[in-house]
């Protein structure tokens, strides 16, 4: 057989291939001083720590372990003098009911004005300077954080402090609920500029961009040399299969649409080739391959490119010559043909899913289900029986092909009837179903291209995607797979309709009357 020749491989880097690798020396250097450098702006210089000036405890909930508490929170370092205030309360102790947000910031203010004048600022519209509160409210379930004008916090801050006990309020760990929002108050309170989020994320950034790049100019050459080490063998199998091919694509049958279809892969596939010898020349033998090939993108590039030309020829050859195979009833048919059935059957083991939640079903479900489960064995004994006509050569393939197509477009109009029943049974309203229907849009059809299928090819062409276009009937390589698939997206599409996700959330602040600015906030946990 005449092979065509394998083209002849470039032995040497070009100049400007290996000027770029030289060039890439000195930027890494110069990257590992930018991370350096990014280091050193990170490390975090020595806190200021100041204990709190006083430190007190009102549980009128029994929640607290008080003593050990008060000397856990005497140990807590802030970067100045505070008074650091815990009171524990029930917000309906003090009128307010736990259904209203501001509940427990009216409780601590009302707290305040009657029980603890100490707390308030001389003009009683705020919170006493050097003063940091934590409340909690165990049965009502909500936690605050306050502060006089001095030392308080931004809104997102006393967000955060709060945030920082909800983990351990909600399993009824108290002591170490406060103690975390005390530690988070104290890192918080003047936090030096170079700590500050945007700060840490925009050096966060810089570190990991160096890092990235760093990494990048020696894993993406390594990675450009490996597709093309590993590309160049499929690369030398496809040109040595390229007489074999262009032959089994010149005898197919031309009046068989399941042969149309793969002769316009064979007119894709000679691109190919095209491409593939082009991309091939550029690139250098390995022998000849300096160390900087793979720094420069446009080697990447060309490497990626080609890896992805080979690996579509590859699979695209052997393809032809089995669909020529099967046309021909020749060669490793059996295959082929077990390529074919092998949709149909997955439908059929799909439906032991389908029936299997009988007890959720309508009857007029259930009766839909009864008809297709039916269909299905219907559709098995037609495999066992067209298999058998193939190997007596009883019935030519393109018959039998065009059978199964049959057969599959009688699944899915069985798919169909029970889609519409079970669509019907379950939407409590046209805009129900309407979330149903349009779950259709999410089914995934790329098993219908894994398939390999002639007869998904011959339908692609004639209708342009798997599943068919808005003005033919439903049709799928692997019905039942796809209702399967739908049920699932379409329970999941109903539950969100149903249940939307819910926008509440964060902290209050503010309170229920006025005449009171007090800083602080509260949340619910």
């Excluded at 165990?138 to 945030?163: C, H, I, M, W």
């Excluded at 009046?255 to 190919?272: C, D, N, V």
């Amino acid at each position: 057989m005449d092979f065509s020749p394998v083209p002849a491989v470039p032995h040497a880097s070009t100049p400007a291939a290996g000027a770029a690798g030289v060039r890439s020396i000195p930027r890494v250097l110069a990257l590992c001083a930018l991370l350096l450098l990014a280091l050193s702006v990170l490390v975090p210089a020595p806190a200021h720590a100041v204990p709190p000036s006083t430190v007190s405890v009102l549980d009128t909930t029994g929640s607290v372990q008080k003593a050990a508490l008060e000397d856990e929170l005497a140990e807590v370092d802030f970067r100045t003098e505070v008074d650091l205030v815990v009171l524990v309360l029930d917000v309906t102790e003090h009128g307010y009911s736990a259904s209203e947000d501001t509940a427990l910031n009216d409780t601590v203010r009302d707290h305040a004005q009657t029980s603890a004048p100490e707390l308030l600022s001389p003009d009683g519209q705020h919170f006493a300077d050097g003063t940091v509160i934590l409340a909690v409210d165990p049965v009502g379930r909500f936690l605050g954080t306050y502060a006089g004008e001095d030392v308080k916090l931004s809104e997102d801050e006393f967000n955060a402090v709060q945030e920082s006990m909800t983990e351990d309020a909600r399993d009824g760990q108290w002591n170490a609920a406060l103690l975390a929002g005390a530690e988070e108050y104290a890192d918080l309170l003047q936090r030096p500029w170079w700590q500050k989020p945007s700060a840490l994320i925009a050096g966060a950034v810089a570190l990991g961009a160096a890092v990235l790049t760093v990494v990048s100019l020696v894993g993406l050459r390594r990675a450009a040399r490996r597709r093309v080490d590993q590309s160049l063998p499929r690369y030398r199998d496809v040109l040595a299969k390229r007489a074999l091919t262009d032959a089994a694509a010149r005898t197919m049958p031309t009046a068989s649409p399941y042969a149309q279809a793969m002769l316009e892969e064979h007119e894709e596939y000679g691109k190919g080739l095209t491409e593939a010898e082009r991309l091939h020349a550029e690139l250098p033998a390995p022998e000849h391959r300096r160390w900087s090939w793979g720094f420069a993108s446009a080697h990447r590039r060309l490497a990626k490119d080609f890896e992805n030309t080979v690996s579509r020829l590859d699979d695209t050859d052997d393809e032809i010559i089995s669909a020529a195979d099967l046309l021909h009833r020749m060669g490793d048919w059996r295959t082929a043909w077990q390529r074919e059935l092998a949709p149909l059957q997955d439908s059929l083991s799909g439906l032991e899913q389908v029936v299997a939640e009988r007890e959720e079903m309508s009857e007029a479900e259930w009766q839909a289900a009864a008809e297709l489960t039916e269909l299905g064995g219907d559709v098995a004994r037609e495999i066992d029986t067209l298999t058998a006509q193939l190997e007596a050569d009883q019935i030519d393939p393109d018959s039998a092909l065009e059978r199964l197509d049959t057969l599959t477009r009688e699944l899915s109009a069985a798919v169909m009837r029970l889609q519409t029943v079970h669509i019907a049974e379950i939407a409590e309203d046209d805009g129900e179903a309407e979330v149903l229907r349009e779950a259709a849009d999410d089914v995934d059809f790329s098993e219908d291209d894994e398939y390999s299928s002639l007869r998904a090819r011959r339908h692609r062409r004639e209708h342009g995607s798997a599943g068919g276009s808005a003005s033919d009937q439903f049709w799928s390589l692997s019905p039942v797979l796809w209702y399967s698939s739908w049920h699932h997206e379409s329970t999941s599409a109903l539950e969100t309709h149903r249940n939307p996700p819910s926008s509440s959330g964060g902290s209050t602040s503010g309170y229920s009357s006025g005449g009171f600015s007090g800083a602080g906030s509260s949340s619910r946990f």
